[in-house]
Nanobody, 123 residues
C-alpha cells in the first residue's frame, strides 16, 4: 500500500511563491498534483513520470508552476511562482501504481492520494 504525505501549503499574497512536497512510501510510477477549489471539481495541475524525465501541466499553470521528482527520495515537488487568487484550493498529491505510455491527467487514473494541503492566495 502506498502512502503519500504532503507538506508546504499556506497562505500568501498574490505574486508570491510556494513549494509543495509529497513523499511517497512504496512503489509508484507517475505522480502528480491535483487541486480542488471550494464548490468545484478536482482538477489536474501537473504530473511527472516515474523517472522525472517527462512532465505535463495544465494550461492554467504552465509557465508559473514546475513539477520535479527526486527518485532516490521518492518525493515530488511543485514549485509555484506568481501565485494568483484563482490558485486558491486544496492541493492533492496523487500516485499511479501502473506503468503508462501516456502520462495520465484524469483523477480516475490515480490509485493513491494524499490528504491534501491548503493553498490560499489573497489579492
Amino acid at each position: 500500500q502506498v502512502q503519500l504525505v504532503e507538506s508546504g501549503g499556506g497562505r500568501v499574497q498574490a505574486g508570491a511563491s510556494l513549494r509543495l512536497s509529497c513523499a511517497a512510501s512504496g512503489r509508484t510510477f507517475t505522480m502528480g498534483w491535483f487541486r480542488q477549489a471550494s464548490g468545484k471539481e478536482r482538477e489536474f495541475v501537473a504530473c511527472v513520470s516515474w523517472s522525472g524525465g517527462r512532465a505535463l501541466y495544465a494550461d492554467s499553470v504552465k509557465g508559473r508552476f514546475t513539477i520535479s521528482r527526486d527518485t532516490a527520495a521518492n518525493t515530488i515537488y511543485l514549485q509555484m511562482y506568481n501565485l494568483k487568487p484563482e490558485d486558491t484550493a486544496v492541493y492533492y498529491c496523487a500516485a499511479d501504481g501502473r506503468i503508462r505510455v501516456v502520462l495520465p491527467t484524469s483523477p480516475r487514473d490515480y490509485e493513491y492520494w494524499g490528504q491534501g494541503t491548503q493553498v490560499t492566495v489573497s489579492s
